[in-house]
């Protein structure tokens, strides 16, 4: 397809399991982004990749987040020993660089329970 | 990054104009304006982006006066799948666009 695509589109978990969400960006776009959502609010910046380098991960809220974008194309953010807190939608986004406008995915929606 | 105000929500009926007002004060030099919607369960979805004065595509209008301190989104006839949530943020254009959502404002279309 041409635009982005996050899998699984919703994921239950129980307390201190990890997760994989995955996201397949826009071909040929440099930029990879990963946001928080939570209910009833506008999404947080948590990383961002430009090709496989990981340039800013300062909205990461905790070191049991982990993300990695090895070959500059599919990106994968890990969450360890996942906490109640944790439930939200995480939402992808790619670029083509610069001030170009971010395409979103439709997000994964993560419970955990 | 600069922090943008816009209210929390806006309704209005189905054909009408409606325009929703973002301030941003501290808006730098190099920083942009752009809008996006989003409905629910799905990610947000690109509207418009300026720098200033005007710009115009087939969907919005998006207006910013000379200071640059805030800017109108303007959607020209409203229809009831105009319902959504629409953020405006202020992206720093020197690096990456790392952007900030508020909030964003609530829109109701009421037929």
């Known amino acids: 397809g041409a635009g982005v695509s996050q899998s699984p589109r919703y994921k239950v978990a129980k307390r201190g399991q990890d997760v994989a969400l995955r996201c397949d960006p826009i071909?040929?776009?440099?930029?990879l982004f990963w946001y928080q959502q939570a209910l009833g609010q506008g999404p947080e910046f948590l990383t961002y990749f430009q090709n496989e380098a990981q340039l800013d991960k300062s909205g990461l809220p905790s070191d049991r987040f982990f993300a990695e974008r090895p070959e500059g194309s599919v990106s994968t953010l890990k969450i360890q020993r996942t906490q109640q807190e944790d439930s939200a939608v995480y939402l992808c986004?790619?670029?083509?660089?610069?001030?170009?406008?971010?395409?979103f995915g439709d997000g994964t929606r993560l419970s955990i329970l | 990054l600069a922090k943008t105000t816009q209210p929390i929500s806006m309704d209005s009926y189905e054909g009408q104009e409606v325009n929703i007002t973002c301030s941003h004060n501290n808006i730098a030099t190099n920083d942009y304006i752009t809008w996006y919607q989003q409905f629910p369960s799905q990610g947000p979805r690109f509207i418009i982006q300026?720098?200033?004065t005007k710009v115009t595509n087939e969907v919005a209008s998006l207006f910013i006066p000379a200071d640059r301190k805030s800017s109108t989104l303007s959607l020209p006839r409203v229809s009831l799948s105009d319902t959504a949530v629409y953020y405006c943020l202020v992206a720093y254009s020197g690096g990456y666009q790392k952007v900030t959502f508020g909030t964003g404002t609530k829109l109701q279309v009421i037929p």
């Open positions: 071909s040929g776009h440099v930029s």
């Open positions: 986004a790619s670029s083509s660089g610069g001030n170009q406008p971010q395409h």
């Open positions: 300026g720098y200033k």
